[in-house]
């Protein structure tokens, strides 16, 4: 195995796609490792999740910061610091900027909860229950300057019930989310994602 990608994972909430994303790391299913776990919300249990595998958790709080582009700059500093090469968002709540995106370029990924280009931003779940789909689920994509509209790396499905709160369909979307995740990882470790226009093809 060649050496250790350096993952950077940026978190606002409870942080379980981080917690399967470590696992999979000690586990030694992704030839990668976490050099920082970094959230604007110092509530987020995420960073008490990294901490508690000895993980460098970093809490850069916005309101400290003049505007997003003084923020991101900070973002993109600590992630350099700690030899970032791919920035992974795990629920992180903000919107970031063009110069973060310039600093790591095709090298950020996002999980959103729903099958991408249905139901971008803000409350996906929601967005699907309301609009009567039967079919949801989750995308893994490399972030663009857009909301939720870069290259997609991977995808998958789940029912929608009849009887769904957007609770029950947040969890059943969510172990799907603890699935595909890791593994969109592991690919990138393992430079098997080629970015080719839209479309990402995986290398055997
Ligand atoms: C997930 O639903 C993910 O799709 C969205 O934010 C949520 C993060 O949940 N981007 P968690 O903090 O990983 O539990």
Do not use: W
């Amino acid at each position: 195995m060649g050496t250790q990608l350096k993952i950077g994972v940026l978190v606002s909430g409870s942080g379980t796609n981080l917690q399967s994303i470590i696992d999979r790391c000690e586990d030694g299913s992704i030839p990668a490792a976490i050099s920082c776990v970094i959230s604007n919300n110092e509530q987020a249990f995420a960073l008490e999740r990294a901490r508690s595998h000895g993980i460098p958790a970093i809490c850069l709080r916005h309101t400290e910061f003049s505007g997003r582009a003084a923020y991101d700059a900070e973002l993109v500093r600590v992630l350099q610091a700690h030899g970032v090469e791919l920035v992974v968002l795990a629920g992180f709540m903000r919107i970031i900027t063009p110069g973060f995106i310039e600093a790591f370029p095709n090298a950020i990924m996002n999980i959103h909860p729903a099958l991408l280009p249905a139901f971008p931003g803000l409350h996906a779940q929601r967005q699907a229950l309301d609009y009567g789909v039967k079919v949801t689920g989750c995308t893994v994509h490399f972030v663009d300057a857009g909301t939720d509209t870069g290259p997609i790396i991977m995808q998958a499905t789940v029912p929608v019930e009849q009887e769904d709160t957007e609770e029950t369909l947040s969890a059943r979307i969510r172990m799907e989310e603890h699935r595909i995740f890791p593994e969109a990882i592991r690919l990138f470790a393992e430079r098997r994602l080629k970015i080719e226009g839209r479309k990402v093809n995986r290398l055997l």
